[in-house]
């Protein structure tokens, strides 16, 4: 035993946006234990916003005065590339713009502990109490969104994964109104998270097996070179996909996706269906173009088909829905169908690569926007008893409060992907790609399954303006500046994105250039 | 002995499975999930003596780590969901459907 | 040799315990099946030259895991035996028979492999398992483990938003409790002494006993309503108790 240990090199300032956010949440605790109550929102609020803009900061300064590395941090266990420096930035924007919804009305339960319906919530609600505790658990689960997509090893991933989702559980549950709602979407989005995590972890063990490390670069090197035990890396790279198809919601591991989008609070709503997309996204193309490269040609059929039956599911049965929230589900499932189709067009030549990961990147900037800004609207469309959850009560916005009603469609329209918005340009990137890429018969599917989510989306948008408002119809909510911020912000982007895309583009392609780090 | 190991390993992930397909309550549901860590733990552990690196130990260390985190959130969340309903069944908690 | 018959004992010990998990009816043999397999598994882990791992099995999973399962249970009524009526038709059967492809595709895939002999763990383990581990868990994997501090915030954080009530009002002192028993005395002439105990003359202090007072009669306070009611139910009702609460019927 000789005692010594190499001490570990750890790069802290590539790091720092990440280390950032985690000691934010940090802090958020901390103050949670020490600050009196009345106090705490007005640190938290601040605090949470702060931390964001300074890891954004500090990405845009790594990536612009400091160049990007070509080496993995920490020991080999991030990799802080082009990729994941853009995607770093994206999650980063669209975590700001989600917390200043969160903080924007009362949408989080007053007394998570309190039985619906009792006199404790009652009398919790009677003097305001509030979780402010929900700040950090945000900031840890952005803070997961951010190593995910960076995780150099499986390992590292499958902590990222873990940190990402434990906090999203529990903040699925803590809806205000529609209590029983939000906790049974909190249980079935553990159990099934947990259910898939497993999977996950199983692929990691053969794939260790196969290749006798867990690092994504070792087994790639190992795919080519390791003979005899092809089973092993085949059943642990379709375990392992299982577990990444079931965080971006691709069919057949969809059903979560509805029932989890409509039971949270919307703001959670809007976190997830914009940063654990986009952090899931960068995973899985980080673990199957990196790790599993060399195994493309046994992939690729399998999600060419996960991608078309993800388009139509996610596309058809939009067009059944009666609830707001699960039909912005369903439409974030067909988008993640989109979004595969970008993930199978890889080619032998790196350029190729790096035009199918600029559209995917680009693709996921775009809907990450459009889609928070969606489900802000939904937050200020109310009744009575919370959110005008059912669509029939959307009959007749347009001419209650137009402007509203105009900026909605405007978001559907982008969803379609209508000229003019960033969705059309999103689609056109990706959709480009993948046919250079030889995948022409998977686009005319996608053009399809687009046509067919038009068609419904139309149909809501017949619906606001060209139906009569019902007497008791729903009321528009005068919005908080947080939330007006959060719908003039998509607007902005989606309308920028749609008509002058070249800079973002541009920015997406030189982050896609370089590729990943090996 | 390894291949003993491991389809031990996977017949045990594979029960779970089943389990977590078939059983209502949701503590049994989480047990089963649990049962199907464990058999990764088992894969990992086997598979370190196989390749002759401690890596594989290493992470079946982390998962315990994960577990005993997943589990106290798991739990927390099927309290509440039992003192609003009295019931742990997941047939019960379906106002969720299409 | 060795190995093998510990691996068998234990394979089979394993795979009934974890049957055993899936279909037995109460939740309570579940989680104590589940315990079975965990022990068994920490053993396999301490004969494939992973002590550290054992241990730290026993430790969280049979220690800290399984007991925080059997809390919940106890919380939840530990009766509370799962309804084992289908609510999806055919769902059961379908679940196992994918269940068994699985593990035939699973089992099958890994029995086919061609695995060579074992590397061992001799060469890596040579400064003993724990530093080893260290050495591994402090250098190239630093960063997860420094992560997985976030997890366990998350935990604590999240079983106090969840579970933790903060009390409102300040907690009631001794002397407004004996107050609002007068109170209550006053208004309805509900007893303020505590409810009498067995009693200097009693022979027994199980609860279905009724205390006696100093005339050796029975003290209507101390008689329990439901035992007496399942008493009564089964004739098992002492006749001087049955007197009393006959009384009481009366007096109302």
Known sequence: MNGTIQAPTIEYALLAPMLVVFGAAIVGVLVEAFAPRYLRSAIHVPLTLLSLAGAFALTIWQAAAKGIPTKAAAMGAVAVDGPALFIWGTILVLAFVSVLLIKGEDHFVAAASAVPGSAEEEQALHEGAAHSEIYPLVLFAVGGMLLFPAANDLLVAFVALEVMSLPLYLLCGLARRRRLLSQEAAVKYFLLGAFSSAFFLYGTALLYGYAGSIDLAKISTAVGSVGGQDTLLYIGAAMLGVGLLFKIGAAPFQAWKPDVYQGAPTPITALMASGTLVAAFGALVRVFWVGLGGLDWDWRPVLYGVAILTMVVGAVLAITQTDIKRMLAYSSIAHGGFLLVGVIATGKAAAQNASALSGILFYLVAYGFTTVGAFAVVTMVRDAGGEAWHLSRWAGLGKRSPLLAGIFAFFLLAFAGIPLTSGFFGKYAVFQAAVSGGALPLVIVGVVASAVAAFFYVRVIVLMFFSDPAADGPSIVLPSRGTAAVVGLAVLATVVLGVYPQPVLDLAHSAAQSLFVR | MTTHYLVLSALLFAIGGVGVLVRRNAIVVFMCVELMLNACNLAFVTFARQNGNLDGQVIAFFVMIVAAAEVVIGLAIIVTIFRTRRSASVDDASLLKY | MGESITFWVLAVVSVIAALGLVFS??????????????????????????????????????????????????????????????????????????????????????????????????????????????????????????????????????????????????????????????VEFGRHGKNPAPLPGPGTYARHNAIDMPALLPDGTVSPLSVNRVIARHEAEEGTLAPEVAQILQQEEEGK
């Open chain 3, 25 to 182: 009816r109460r939740a309570v043999y579940s989680a104590l099946m589940l315990g079975v397999v965990m022990l068994s598994l920490a053993v396999l882990y301490a004969v494939q030259d992973a002590p550290f791992l054992a241990a730290v099995q026993i430790i969280v999973y049979t220690g800290a895991v399984m007991m925080l399962f059997l809390f919940v249970l106890m919380l939840v009524g530990v009766d509370s035996s799962d309804s084992l009526v289908e609510t999806i038709r055919g769902q059961r059967f379908w679940a196992i028979v994918a269940g068994l492809g699985f593990a035939a595709l699973l089992g099958l895939g890994i029995g086919n492999t061609l695995i060579a002999a074992p590397k061992g763990l001799a060469v890596a383990n040579q400064n003993g398992n724990v530093p080893s581990l260290a050495e591994l868990i402090f250098t190239r994997h630093v960063f997860a483990f420094e992560v997985t501090s976030a997890l366990l915030i998350t935990a604590a954080l999240g079983a106090m938003v969840l579970a933790h009530r903060e009390r409102t009002e300040p907690k009631p002192t001794q002397r407004d409790l004996s107050r609002a028993r007068f």
